[in-house]
């Protein structure tokens, strides 16, 4: 160097590009999210109606209503995770898999709640909490560079 001196590197770790949240990210997806939900939930109960005459026991339809009031209510927690979400900027391909997997979610609650396909419910209604979970994940690490996890490559020691 000249002068004889080196000069130390910058070694700070590399920063994330965060876009500015526009205001319709922030309203726009919660109620996509809401009105998608209930869309989902209405037809959902429409296809009910059409379904085979299942075993109408007691016991067994309490069971299945109450699972989907619990479905209902973690469809309900993806939404309002969804919503806090959209506030720190969201690119489109995950707000789209989120809305669709809490649409998903939903139509397939309203299906077991009206005991009708339950077995094609209860698979789509997993398959969508997962796909969700996945791509929150995903996100997560995108969002964090060198945070891997214990025994990654890209993890700090």
Known sequence: MPGGRARARD??????????????????????????CVA???????????????????????LLQGMAAIKGLVVLIAVTLLSWRARHGLSPGLAAVYLMTCWVA???????????F???AAAAFHAAEITFLIAAWRDVRSRRPGRGFRGSRDHES
């Open 40 to 62: 989902a939930a209405a037809v959902a109960w429409w296809v009910a109606g059409y379904s085979p005459e299942v075993s109408r026991e007691p016991a067994l339809a309490n």
């Open 11 to 36: 070694v700070t770790a590399p920063s994330v590009a965060v876009r500015p949240v526009s205001f319709p990210a922030i309203v726009v997806v919660p109620a996509l999210a809401l009105a998608g």
């Open 106 to 116: 939903a139509g397939a609650a309203m299906l077991i709640g009206q005991l009708a």
């Open 118 to 120: 339950v077995a094609a």
